[in-house]
């Protein structure tokens, strides 16, 4: 079996964060592993408070996982603070994994900023260059770039000035933008469209987290990147389209297997 860990916030609503990451990662036949950042005290409706882990603490946790097990691919999501952000970075560095990505979450769907403005520079400059895929939402594309990303040019331009930050690869998610929640995805040579449909709902908490969570779990389980791209499209697609209707606000989507009963048997 691959084994994945993902490095991000604990969501206690359980929509997004570590834990959509670790549902995504057993849906899919991956082993999941964890590195919690911070805390989030949080629901449908609102982030309420906040606790940063401390740094000490995160890099025992990623050492604790490094120096025991193999670590197919890592998936880094919330992490707050430009402290904690330089701790990832450096033990990243550390132990350089050979697939890592990277879902930059700045602001949750309920509007509470979760990463501070101090560590956005050092997101830019430490991270985005150990990078194998950045998943930016349009807003958080905006902050990386300081572009302004209306129309398709914009797209494009985004992610080049991204690979220029030093991303391997992008993909600049459309679900913030007009009309259909289509995706650019450039690999540092050539640009492809992902295509989506829209999906009327509110349903939508831990999308992002979702999504960079089934690509790795793909890049775990051996596709291409192109190809895991792909894949984790429909599955975050099947996801919202059979999305819960649980608490006031913005519910969670389903994270159903997405392997067949052959697929999971060999891969056991
Ligand atoms: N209503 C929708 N219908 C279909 N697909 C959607 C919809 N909203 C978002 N998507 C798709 O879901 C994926 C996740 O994108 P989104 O832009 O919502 O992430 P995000 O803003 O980072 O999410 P999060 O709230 O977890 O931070 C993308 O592929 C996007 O195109
Ligand atoms: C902990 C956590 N990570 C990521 C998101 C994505 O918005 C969230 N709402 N909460």
Not at 53 to 61: K, L, N, P, S, V
Request: net charge negative; proline share 3%; with cysteine.
């Amino acid at each position: 079996m691959k084994k994945a860990l993902t490095i991000a916030g604990s969501d206690s609503g359980g929509g997004a964060g570590i834990q959509a990451d670790i549902k995504t990662f057993s849906a899919h036949g991956v082993f999941g592993m964890s590195v919690i950042t911070a805390v989030t005290a949080q629901n449908t409706m609102e982030v309420r408070s906040v606790q940063a882990i401390d740094t000490a603490i995160i890099t025992d946790q990623i050492a604790a996982i490094f120096e025991d097990i193999h670590v197919d691919a890592v998936k880094i999501g919330m992490l707050g603070s430009k402290e904690i952000v330089e701790t990832v970075a450096d033990s990243l560095t550390a132990f350089s994994p050979a697939i890592a990505i990277l879902d930059p979450v700045m602001i949750s769907k309920s509007g509470h900023h979760l990463l501070d403005e101090r560590a956005v520079t050092a997101l830019k400059a430490k991270l985005l260059p150990l990078a194998t895929l950045v998943t930016p939402n349009v807003p958080e594309a905006e902050v990386l770039t300081g572009l302004s990303i209306r129309t398709e040019q914009d797209f494009y331009k985004a992610c080049l000035s991204l690979t220029e930050l030093g991303s391997n690869a992008v993909l600049l998610k459309g679900g913030h933008a007009e009309g259909n929640p289509n995706d650019l995805f450039y690999d540092g040579t050539n640009f492809h469209w992902i295509k989506g449909e829209r999906i009327d709902t509110k349903n939508t908490h831990g999308t992002g987290c979702t999504l960079s969570s089934a690509i790795t779990s793909n890049m775990a389980n051996g596709l291409s990147l192109r190809e895991s791209i792909e894949q984790a499209k429909l599955y975050i697609s099947e996801a919202i389209r059979n999305s819960f209707s649980i608490g006031a606000g913005h519910g969670p989507v389903h994270h159903f297997h997405s392997f067949s009963k052959k697929e999971r048997s060999e891969s056991l």
